[in-house]
């Protein structure tokens, strides 16, 4: 038999998928696809062009090419290291400081820079408060630039004097712009930049000061290499060298993490949509018996019949996927803007990668979701024609259960999903799917006992969920999870801090001060204690780091990403004291008493910590503090309310051990409303403590979480419109069942307005559903959270009771429309064609 050309049988293909263009099936399946592609290329475009602005902006981030950072000044040698390989060098400290003004005050975050900084990219400043920026050298002595921000929360004007600690500077303009800004801390609060001359006069930077120094150099990478080599051997415990590498790791770590979290929604949409690929597919498939077996009587081959299909579904899925990255090309633009406080530099265009990584995905879902129905098409026997009843030969279920797996893995791997989170959410989903569909089934038989005394509406909407129970469950799990997702980001978002703020006491500390001087120690706690009612001693601070666990370097026995990992990176806060503080308790060994007579100073360790770094009582563990070592024995582990709004700590030292080493103090105390005069004072009359209102930082993260969690909304978006997808494609899997009862009653007698109120009931009922599993859902997830994640007092939300509402209208809604033509359809014209 002769074969038909390859050019024949696309233009055969595309004439009927044109004249089946009308098909329900073909809309579900392509909106499906659409929406798959669209989540994975909006997801993808924001991924790469995050690391492409990272990468383009690397060496800014620094404002170098190679950063020398430590919370202690660099050695004459490791400067003059520099010099001698003739690198382009600058200077910069960086601490937080009061600014304050008559009438208030404001922490900020202070910059003083030598002439020659930046070494990368550029100032900008502008004249005035948001007016145009300028790019342009730092200040000169004597003066100070600030953000436009300090100007309004101080009412500033350009020309007024500010107080940096000791030191007035006049200011001349506004900072717009620091090439080597980074997202910590110091992003937080409003930042003035000073020149370096001036800091010695300011009296801020004492011994055991939170203090960053930063070394800049700039050079032939030959050149900065040898500077590495010559630096490195003697850098100590608290320095480290940075390059545009790894200078913004947190940063980094950070965007990295929530592209993950973005991918795993990204995901969720993929596998729905693949879930309505496969739904329609069965359908287009089944509708397409008749077609393939005449197609087969008129010559057409099994393999040319398979072909046609397939280029059908191809041609579709094409078309879907082109359209699917056009919407999320100009869907990741929402993103950003959703983001845009947090993403503060300018982001540049991405290639087209990401779109035909998306289009990708979109053909991978279709090939592994359609492959198994599609199949079918090629085993239908010619004698159909004649025999109505004659199906084709199903499947194995190694193919449909092994190209579904096989796109799955794909799609996985595209996304580059860590595989232990990725099973255990995709374990822990099949696992609630299994339970609470068993309920929904268990729950949808029972109503047969309900149908006896039921009107007719009520009857024959329940009649037709119990006819389909497996597909109304499978429908009402996938709207109820994804109504509880998105009910419990609003919950979590709004509500956590407010929870937790509740829960402290009317008088927990709402300020927190550092950087109190030896010399102001004793003033200054008088001041406290006349300011508040409620306050908590001073606490010694000195930094340090820990080197060497039983004599072993620390960095060889602790596993990246641990909270112990964290730790040894840093320099920890060190502190020492006689009681143990009131709001700690311990957990193992006994605290020092005075006289004893131990070989090594005690040390008591945070639990949480001490497990991540595998500790126990009786290590012997090894610090260095002020470039000197202390040496000490592990000899209690205390459990610590990090939540307290008091000064906590990771460690504890016995009195003895750090009273030689440069120190300061810390405290908080609670300041009622209405006495910010008496702060403003306080800030003036001790210039070097820092003082940290905790309820401006609580704002700032609640600013920080309310566009977290609202991007993470946006793209949850994509998942309601996949579950869409889903129930759209299950009812046009039963369209033509529906059709044919709505004629038959048409035709014994009843009226529109009957079959109406009937669907009305059954998507009403199964949106209700989904509502109701969505509301019982998150009240267990957030109780969950509560008690074992945030401790925190768990207590019921009302408002979820709005739930079964919701979801009654949206799929109450979606489904009356979904199933219109079998209320629109000619009673004559269906009863004949049958």
Same mark, same amino acid.
């Given at each position: ?315 579709? %899925? &094409?078309? @879907?996927? *082109?359209?699917?990255?056009? #919407?999320?090309? !100009? /869907?990741?633009? =929402? $993103?950003?803007?959703? +983001? ?88 822990? %989903? &099949?696992? @609630?799917? *299994?339970?609470?569909?068993? #309920?929904?089934? !268990? /729950?949808?038989? =029972? $109503?047969?006992?309900? +149908? ?93 780091? *820990? ?110 051990? *750090? ?176």
């Amino acid at each position: 038999m002769k074969q038909m050309p390859a050019t024949r049988l696309v233009a055969l293909a595309l004439r009927q998928l044109l004249r089946d263009g009308r098909a329900g099936e073909l809309h579900v399946l392509f909106f499906a696809l659409l929406i798959a592609v669209a989540a994975s290329t909006s997801i993808g475009y924001f991924g790469a062009r995050l690391n492409d602005a990272m990468l383009l902006r690397a060496t800014e981030f620094l404002g170098a090419d190679l950063v020398l950072n430590g919370s202690e000044p660099a050695t004459p040698a490791q400067i003059e290291a520099g010099k001698h390989l003739q690198l382009e060098h600058a200077q910069v400290v960086e601490f937080s400081s009061v600014i304050a003004t008559d009438d208030n005050l404001q922490l900020s975050s202070v910059k003083a820079a030598s002439d020659s900084y930046p070494l990368r990219g550029q100032l900008r400043s502008a004249a005035a408060p948001y007016q145009a920026e300028e790019p342009g050298p730092g200040p000169r002595p004597g003066e100070a630039w600030a953000e436009a921000r300090l100007f309004a929360s101080l009412n500033l004007n350009i020309g007024d004097i500010i107080e940096v600690g000791s030191k007035p500077l006049r200011l001349t303009r506004v900072l717009t712009y620091e090439p080597d800004r980074v997202g910590d801390f110091y992003s937080l609060t409003p930042r003035v930049l000073m020149h370096l001359d001036d800091l010695a006069a300011t009296g801020v930077v004492q011994p055991g000061s939170r203090v960053r120094y930063r070394e800049l150099w700039r050079g032939p990478a030959a050149d900065l290499e040898r500077y590495r080599q010559a630096v490195e051997a003697d850098l100590q415990p608290h320095q480290r060298l940075e390059t545009a590498k790894d200078g913004n790791r947190q940063i980094g770590g950070a965007l990295g993490r929530a592209e993950q979290y973005l991918n795993l929604a990204s995901l969720a949409a993929v596998l729905l949509a693949g879930v309505a690929v496969a739904l329609s597919a069965s359908r287009f498939a089944a509708r397409r018996f008749d077609a393939s077996a005449l197609l087969r009587c008129l010559g057409l081959s099994r393999r040319e019949a398979l072909g046609l299909y397939a280029l059908q579904l191809g041609l579709l %899925g &094409l078309i @879907a996927s *082109l359209a699917g990255a056009l #919407l999320g090309w !100009a /869907a990741q633009h =929402g $993103l950003f803007f959703l +983001l845009r406080n947090l993403v503060v530099s300018e982001v540049p265009p991405a290639t087209f990668w990401p779109a035909l990584s998306g289009i990708a995905t979109g053909l991978v879902a279709l090939a592994g979701f359609a492959l198994p129905p599609l199949a079918a098409l090629g085993r239908v026997p010619p004698l159909r024609v004649l025999r109505r009843d004659m199906l084709p030969i199903p499947p194995s279920s190694w193919l449909v259960y092994g190209a579904a797996l096989l796109a799955l893995g794909l799609i996985m791997w595209r996304l580059s999903l860590d595989l232990k989170l990725t099973l255990a959410l995709i374990g822990g %989903g &099949l696992l @609630a799917t *299994l339970l609470l569909g068993g #309920l929904l089934l !268990a /729950a949808l038989k =029972g $109503l047969r006992r309900l +149908l006896a005394g039921a009107s007719l509406p009520w009857r024959l909407g329940l009649g037709q969920l119990l006819r389909h129970p497996l597909a109304a469950a499978g429908q009402s799990l996938a709207f109820g999870l994804i109504l509880l997702a998105m009910a419990l980001i609003a919950l979590l978002r709004g509500e956590l801090l407010d929870t937790w703020q509740d829960q402290l006491p009317a008088d927990a500390p709402n300020h927190f001060v550092l950087n109190v001087l030896p010399a102001d120690r004793d003033a200054f706690n008088e001041r406290v204690q006349a300011l508040s009612t409620s306050s908590v001693p001073l606490y010694p601070v000195v930094p340090g780091r *820990l080197v060497a666990i039983n004599g072993e370097p620390v960095r060889q026995l602790v596993s990246k990403e641990s909270q112990g990992e964290r730790a040894v990176r840093r320099d920890l806060s060190l502190t020492w004291a006689q009681e143990l503080p009131a709001d700690n308790h311990l957990t193992a060994g006994t605290w020092w008493q005075p006289g004893s007579a131990a070989e090594l100073p005690g040390v008591s360790v945070e639990a949480e910590l001490a497990e991540s770094l595998q500790l126990q009582l009786g290590d012997h563990l090894g610090f260095t503090v002020g470039g000197l070592t202390r040496d000490v024995t592990v000899t209690s582990l205390r459990e610590v309310n990090w939540d307290s709004f008091q000064p906590n700590f990771y460690m504890i030292f016995e009195p003895g051990t *750090l009273q030689d080493m440069p120190t300061t103090y810390m405290t908080s105390f609670h300041l009622p409303p209405g006495r910010d005069r008496e702060l403003v004072q306080l800030a003036r009359d001790f210039p070097s403590a820092t003082l940290l209102q905790v309820e401006a930082l609580l704002g700032q993260l609640r600013s920080i979480l309310a566009q977290v969690s609202l991007a993470v909304e946006y793209v949850l978006l994509f998942v309601l419109a996949a579950g869409l997808a889903v129930l759209f494609a299950g009812l046009q899997a039963t369209l033509d069942e529906r059709i044919r009862q709505g004629a038959l009653l048409r035709a014994l007698g009843a009226d529109r307005a009957l079959l109406l109120k009937a669907r009305r009931t059954e998507f009403g009922l199964l949106g209700a559903t989904s509502g109701l599993l969505a509301a019982l859902g998150c009240e267990l997830v957030s109780a969950l959270l509560y008690q074992f994640v945030f401790d925190l007092r768990w207590q019921p939300h009302p408002w979820l009771l709005l739930l079964p509402l919701v979801g009654a209208l949206l799929v109450g809604g979606a489904g009356v429309l979904g199933t219109r033509r079998a209320l629109n359809a000619s009673p004559l014209n269906v009863l004949r064609e049958s």
